[in-house]
């Protein structure tokens, strides 16, 4: 129980650091018209510093705090010994995430998206919010928590074999957590049809790759590959053809 609760207190904090480095991105780079929507829901800038950071954290905390008991009726692991191979994975993973987000908005959607301004940037607060919401928080919650959760449902309700239950589990929660990129693409860039279809495409291929290495490897591995899908999507894909 010390363990558990030692985890659920480092995640809560790194959830609370993760939300408070995704409003500061969202402060200094979001359009003024996106930030005064958000400025109109929060009523001040300090109000939706609080309110993100407390909000992720409980995120964070209940995720990894429910996950980690959900996760012992299952053969899937938390932080499992280290895996050569795995990493590998997770950082072949984390590199074809990141290039297939990129090309994808070159080669396809480029149409229909904003046309960027001058070469891209490399943005600190992007790269961290990436890492830490994308890449911990996000695992948390749709992956230790949602997946897990699904497959013990699963597993009470039905016969299947357990091979079948977890692929239905992560294809469950891969379109889910594409899903959960909705409300912020259409703030950016409004509701079309298409860029619906292009933040669930973009989103549920990845989510498919991280749950895999989850279910095959454990969390340790499907953070780092989240986490590498942003450091090669940012350093090195949107430099190169942006």
């Not at 009726?73 to 994975?89: C, E, Q, Y």
């Not at 919010?129 to 959760?149: A, N």
């Amino acid at each position: 129980m010390k363990a558990k609760l030692r985890n659920t207190i480092i995640f809560t904090v790194i959830g609370l650091i993760a939300g408070f480095i995704t409003v500061a991105y969202q402060v200094n780079f979001l359009s003024p018209e996106n930030l005064e929507m958000l400025l109109e829901q929060a009523g001040s800038v300090t109000v939706l510093y609080i309110v993100t950071s407390i909000q992720v954290g409980i995120y964070a905390g209940l995720s990894s705090f429910i996950g980690q008991f959900l996760i012992e009726k299952v053969s899937f692991k938390l932080f499992p010994s280290w895996n050569t191979l795995a990493f590998i994975k997770a950082i072949i993973i984390g590199l074809f995430s990141g290039a297939f987000i990129v090309l994808m908005d070159v080669y396809v959607f480029s149409e229909f998206l904003p046309s960027a301004e001058g070469e891209y940037q490399i943005n600190v607060l992007y790269l961290f919010s990436g890492l830490l919401y994308g890449g911990i928080v996000e695992e948390l919650m749709i992956r230790l928590f949602l997946l897990t959760f699904t497959v013990v449902i699963l597993n009470k309700v039905s016969k299947l074999k357990s091979d079948v239950i977890t692929w239905i589990a992560i294809i469950i929660t891969s379109v889910i957590f594409a899903a959960g990129h909705l409300p912020a693409a259409i703030l950016t860039l409004g509701s079309d049809f298409v860029i619906i279809i292009r933040v669930m495409i973009l989103n549920f291929i990845p989510g498919i790759l991280f749950g895999y290495i989850y279910t095959k490897h454990g969390l340790l591995y499907s953070m780092s590959a989240h986490m590498f899908s942003h450091v090669f999507m940012q350093l090195v894909f949107l430099p190169l053809f942006v």
